[in-house]
C-alpha cells in the first residue's frame, strides 16, 4: 500500500493570479516544496510590484534560471550565498574591485575553475578521499624461536576447519585487579 504525500499549503491554484505570473516557472516544482521555500518565494512575488520595471526584468530571469537547476545546484548556491552574506560590505567591495580588475582571460579561467570545482562536486566517487592500507607485516621473531615458524620452513600440519570439527569459543576473561588471590575457580 503506497501512501500519497500531502502537498504543503498553499497549493498552486491557491496563489493569487499575480502570484501565479511571477512565479509561473516554479509552477512543476511547486508542489514538491517546503512550507519554508513556498513562504520566501511568496515574499519574494509580494515584493514584485514595488520594483523599479530593470529589477522586476532581473527577478523574473533569476527564477527562470532558478528552476532550471538541479537540486544539488540548488544546495550550492545557497551555501554561496550564506558565504557571502557573512563577509562585511568593505570585504564583498573589495573582492569585486580586485575580480573587475582582472584581465578578461583572467575572468574566463576562474569562471572555468568555479565550474569544474561544481562538476567534481556532482560526481559523488571523487567526493570522499580514497585511504592506503599498509600491508600486514609478518611480526618480528624472538630470539631462540624454533626452526618451524621460520617462512619457508616446515611447520605444524594444517586441518582443514571443516574435519576439525566446531572451533570453541572462549570470551575473554578480565584481568583481576592488582592485588587479588586467584580462586581458581575457571
Known sequence: MFLLAREVKPTWAELTQAQREILNPLESQWPQFDSNH????LA???KYPTMTPDQQTRLKQNIIEWAKLTPEQHRLARESYAKAKKLDP??????WQQYQQLPEDQKQKLAADAAAKKRIANVPSLQTKTKTVEPLRQPKKPAG????STPGAPGPALVPASSAG????VAPQPAPPA???PTGNK
Request: overall charge positive; proline content about 12%.
Open 38 to 41: 513556498k513562504i520566501k518565494w
Open 44 to 46: 519574494i512575488s509580494n
Open 90 to 95: 568593505d570585504q564583498k567591495n573589495e573582492q
Open 145 to 148: 624461536t624454533p626452526a618451524a
Open 166 to 169: 566446531p572451533v570453541p569459543v
Open 179 to 181: 592485588g587479588a588471590v
